[in-house]
């Protein structure tokens, strides 16, 4: 039998005192994030709705604000009404608390698709064989995400 989903059930548990917020958020990140950001970054701080991420330079703080929106509603799937309303960065070295696991409420991401030559040809300048492999990763992801909404489009190019 489902029960309603109740969006204030995180913050009666989790809400009441500001350290047990920043408990359920640190929790929640590595699903809101995934496992490799998640060990590459730390949060460190809730402050008036802000969640303050400790990134180890400013390349991943370009791309986490490229990704907040994202982040914010994936934490709020998690946190309900005890979720942030912003994310906020400092720089500096990351602890590294090994492989993270992702909870299973959040599902797990499809399995890549190949990446094409030109991207794997590409992703060879990524010094990095743990991130290039992450982007190779992502790139398949993404493109068979792409191929298959291609190819339920049913439409041939050059009619008309």
Request: charged share 20%.
């Amino acid at each position: 039998m489902d029960r309603p989903r109740d969006p204030d059930l995180a913050a009666r548990l989790f809400g009441s005192k500001p350290e047990h917020t920043l408990a359920l958020l640190r929790a929640a990140w590595p699903g809101a994030v995934g496992d490799e950001l998640a060990r590459r970054t730390e949060v460190v701080a809730l402050d008036r709705g802000v969640l303050r991420i400790k990134v180890p330079d400013l390349r991943w703080q370009r791309s986490l604000l490229r990704m907040r929106g994202f982040i914010l509603a994936r934490l709020r799937r998690v946190a309900g009404q005890a979720s942030p309303r912003a994310l906020g960065f400092v720089t500096g070295a990351v602890s590294d608390p090994g492989p993270a696991t992702a909870p299973a409420a959040l599902g797990a991401p499809p399995a890549p698709a190949p990446a094409p030559a030109s991207v794997a040809e590409a992703a060879l300048a990524i010094p990095d064989p743990e991130i290039r492999a992450q982007f190779l990763a992502a790139a398949g992801r993404y493109l068979a995400r792409f191929r298959a909404g291609q190819a339920g489009s049913g439409g041939s190019s050059g009619s008309g």
